[in-house]
């Protein structure tokens, strides 16, 4: 079992070695031309590099002690305490730190800014005017909105009151989007809210494949789904909801998509 | 003195040259030829070692995608056919990177569970556990961000179901949503931060959190399957008794294991890289579209256990505004931060699950069965069945941690023999 020697140096005058028939680190040191070692008792390169640091202090105190009692000529050399203000360090820590926690949360504003949507982002998604003025009753616009096609429905007479004869067909009666006389304009998000297919509009009176008494409104021809002009579901059908209304409001004759009333 | 020794050869005088500035030798001692492991461990003890073959194939084939892929909206989907298509081997690449992640989280898995088991998180191995739960985080976080870079359907409707999650939370949700996605809807813009967010943030973290995760491990010293301390047994020269060097007895021990999970890993690349669908989903083949939202929108198999919690919460806490969607954003966010704290419930006077009492074996059952149903559940559609059942075992998955203190303080456990 020959294990390699090796030496460590770790400072002028002082080393760690291995020897062959030994499994420990052996200190050497070399203190003002006197040559010390000694075997350290461990196998652990960093505790064996404790002990050597401990070592060679204990023999310098030791060398002070014999001087201290040989004369006093050697006075100046005793260690003196350092004059630590604890107070003025604690305040320069605590106004330091204070500082830097500043400087790093004036850093994060342009970094956590820039993850805001851009100008571009926001004009895309900024609300869109529509023009009501040249739609006529019974007809609908589709105005894209962040992607999303809106429908704007002018309800005819007709439709305003046919629309609460519906309310025993549809899920949920929401009177409040019915329209009315000073209501005429309805706006829904043209997205089915089964699985977001796009709902046809069939505003005609008439008998339909999917409804013998159908009063106009949406159809969606992926699943099946019905709703009103109002944009309320049917009963029976795979869509859970009513058509979502985007956040809308008028101004004159004016449609403003985008911003809430 | 001994330098005299030393300068034998070239080689020799070298290493001396460099260990006095740079401490190579020290460095190879501590941690491979010279650091201690038990010497009896089973086939859970390998997945450590596989994570990192994995988490290696993970950065290489990543920057070798890198170099194709294109992080816009226009040309996302289409890069992604690119390199399948025409790039030499792109699909090499491609393929290992998407198996890559399916096996990291499989190995992660089993490495915690492993943990689990054999009370890998014990005194003093806290930090060992808390940093390898950051890491689970982590990956799950980086697999979610590489999810939606192809930029398919399911990239761009499942990011959506997670990113209205953090809209859901009361009050800055909704600007919350925004602020991440950098747009009112999730856009090109998103994509881009998730690529810079998916291919540097999160892998520098990663790996500084294996750095210290392996540093943590090699201070408190590897555990073993019954539990036993080998620090308390030792030769002469100070070595462990019941251990031996790292290297070469447990790097060689590990290449057989890479052999194995190679042979198994590259027969998924090679005949089943889509795995029927569960290691990328079929709407994945078709281009992301705003308008058109998939049949069936279900997370890859490796969030379907988080997923089903998160869809059992069908209730939520009206009087305190809680929806039940910002509710199931908690429970699933605890379902993960539990793990963090199983070092402070575990109050048991053994660590492995072999000399524990019944009650510790019943409840890892519990645990592990319901993790596997509910991951089961996370990749079907919902009904009201499923759902029940979803809540139960989101009940077992809980219960377990949440009862840990008292059963693991009162159960009987056997004594843990002295020697390995």
């Known amino acids: 079992m020959s294990k390699k020697r090796k030496h460590i140096h770790i400072l002028d005058g002082m080393s760690l070695y291995t020897r062959d028939r030994s499994p420990f680190y052996w200190g050497y040191l070399n203190i003002e031309g006197k040559i010390y070692k000694k075997s350290l008792k461990t196998t652990d390169r960093k505790e064996a590099e404790r002990f050597l640091f401990a070592w060679k202090n204990e023999i310098f105190a030791d060398s002070l002690n014999l001087t201290d009692g040989n004369g006093e000529e050697d006075h100046h050399h005793v260690e003196q305490k350092p004059i630590v203000d604890e107070k003025r360090r604690k305040a320069l820590l605590i106004t330091s730190g204070l500082m830097g926690a500043v400087t790093v949360a004036a850093f994060a504003v342009p970094f956590l800014s820039a993850w805001k949507p851009s100008e571009k982002a926001k004009a895309l998604g900024a609300s869109v005017k529509f023009d009501l003025s040249k739609l006529q009753p019974g007809a609908m616009a589709i105005v894209e909105w962040r992607r999303t096609p809106i429908f704007v429905v002018h309800q005819t007479q007709e439709a305003i009151d046919n629309l609460p004869k519906l309310n025993d067909k549809v899920t949920d009666q929401a009177n409040e989007v019915l329209p009315s006389n000073d209501k005429k304009f309805t706006v829904l998000k043209g997205v089915c809210t089964h699985l977001s297919c796009a709902p046809k509009y069939h505003p005609e009176i008439e008998p339909k494949a999917w409804d013998q008494e159908w009063l106009g409104g949406f159809f969606c021809p992926c699943h099946g789904s019905k709703f009103d002009l109002a944009g309320r579901v049917y009963k029976g059908v795979p869509a859970p909801i009513n058509l979502e209304i985007p956040p809308h409001t008028f101004s004159g004759n004016t449609l403003i998509i985008g911003e809430a009333a | ?420």
């Open chain 2, 1 to 420: 003195m001994s330098e005299k020794e030393n300068s034998k050869s070239f080689m020799s005088s070298m290493m001396s040259w460099i260990d006095r500035r740079f401490p190579v030798t020290e460095n190879l001692e501590r941690h491979l030829t010279k650091h201690p492991v038990p010497k009896k461990v089973n086939f859970y003890y390998l997945f450590g070692a596989l994570l990192m073959v994995v988490f290696m194939i993970q950065v290489i084939t990543g920057i070798w995608l890198m170099m194709f892929y294109t992080n816009t909206e226009e040309g996302a989907f289409a890069s992604i056919e690119y390199i399948m298509r025409d790039v030499e081997y792109g699909w090499l690449m491609r393929y290992m990177h998407s198996t890559g992640a399916s096996a990291f989280f499989f190995l992660m898995y089993f490495h915690m569970f492993r943990g689990l088991l054999y009370g890998s998180y014990q005194k003093p191995k806290e930090l060992v556990w808390l940093f390898g739960c950051f890491l689970l985080f982590l990956l799950m976080a980086e697999g979610f961000l590489g999810y939606v870079l192809p930029w398919g359907q399911m990239s761009y409707w499942a990011a959506n179901v997670i990113l209205s999650l953090f809209g859901a939370i009361p009050y800055i949700g909704p600007d919350l949503q925004i602020w991440i996605q950098g747009d009112f809807v999730l856009s090109g813009i998103t994509l881009s931060r998730f690529f810079a967010l998916h291919v540097v943030v999160v892998p520098l973290l990663m790996i500084a959190l294996v750095v210290f995760h392996i540093f943590a491990l090699h201070e408190v010293g590897a555990g073993n399957p019954e539990g036993v301390d080998i620090e308390k047994h030792r030769d002469s020269k100070g070595m462990p008794l019941d251990g031996a060097p790292f290297h070469p007895y447990k790097t060689f021990s590990a290449l057989p294991a890479i052999g194995i999970f190679f042979i198994v890993f590259f027969a998924i690349v090679f005949f089943a890289p889509t795995g029927g669908g569960y290691l990328i989903e079929k709407p994945n083949f078709e281009e992301a579209d705003f308008l058109k939202t998939p049949e069936h929108i279900a997370p890859v198999w490796y969030y379907a256990p988080f997923y089903s919690i998160l869809r059992a919460v069908t209730f939520g806490i009206p009087f305190l505004g809680i929806t039940s969607k910002f509710l199931g954003f908690i429970i699933f966010a605890a379902s993960i931060a539990i793990l963090f704290i199983v070092p402070w419930l575990d109050r048991s006077n053994v660590q492995s699950i072999r000399y524990k009492g019944i009650y510790s074996k019943v409840a890892m059952i519990l645990f592990a069965s319901s993790f596997i149903t509910l991951g089961y559940l996370g990749t079907k559609p919902v009904n009201e069945l499923r759902t029940l059942i979803a809540q139960i075992c989101t009940i077992f998955y809980f219960a377990p941690f949440i009862l840990m203190p008292i059963y693991t303080k009162y159960e009987k456990t056997l004594k843990v023999p002295d020697r390995l």
